[in-house]
């Protein structure tokens, strides 16, 4: 092996502008010393993980009885059939709709659709919740898709009805 810490003389004619290059340690990243990073990166970058899906795993298996405020929305007798109101919940910033959908009936979503989260009207002639930024509609009975670019459902929120009063009591999970 050529020992690189020498002195190269060059003489004038073979002179090419590179002797003066040094070599020394030229390959110090080879094939074996990059894999050695990339091995390295990828488990720095997945314990670096391992508290966030701690969070989400204590938060998916908490077995909370409900983690949503139980809320009024409206008299009973301020709802008709076939009508629809907006509300808030479960936060002042996130709107919702409730719809009478029959005598003793109601339906309630959240109030953004689930393609780019534009709000949701209640069509009373077409009996379908509608987006109207992609033509987007929804079931009334279900929340699921019908027609347009959504195809996750609205998320419903639970109600119940106690002595003529319509109270929000949850949101139920997303099922695939």
């Known amino acids: 092996m050529e020992d690189n810490n020498k002195r190269v003389t060059v ?7 590179t002797h ?7 390959r110090s990243l080879d094939r074996r010393g990059f894999m050695k990073t990339m091995v390295g990166a990828a488990g720095l970058f997945a314990i670096s993980t391992l ?3 701690g969070l989400a795993a204590k938060q998916l298996f908490a ?3 409900n983690p949503f405020p139980k809320k009024k929305i409206a008299d009973v007798a301020t709802l008709a059939k076939g ?13 919702a709709l ?35 930024c992609h033509h987007g509609k929804f079931d009334v009975m279900t929340g699921k898709p019908v027609a347009g670019p959504p195809r996750r459902p609205l998320p419903e929120i639970t109600v119940q ?12 999970p997303y099922e695939a």
């Open 11 to 17: 003489r004038e004619q073979d002179d090419n502008y």
């Open 20 to 26: 003066n290059i040094v070599r020394l340690n030229e």
């Open 51 to 53: 508290p966030w899906g």
């Open 63 to 65: 077995k909370e009885e």
């Open 83 to 95: 009508e629809a109101m907006e509300f808030h919940y479960p936060s002042e910033h996130e709107s």
């Open 98 to 132: 409730i719809i009478r959908v029959g005598e003793n009936e109601y339906k309630a979503y959240q109030n953004a659709c689930t393609h780019l989260k534009c709000p949701v009207f209640w069509g009373k002639e077409e009996k379908e919740l509608l987006c109207p």
């Open 161 to 172: 009805v106690e002595n003529g009063v319509i109270y929000a009591t949850g949101v139920k």
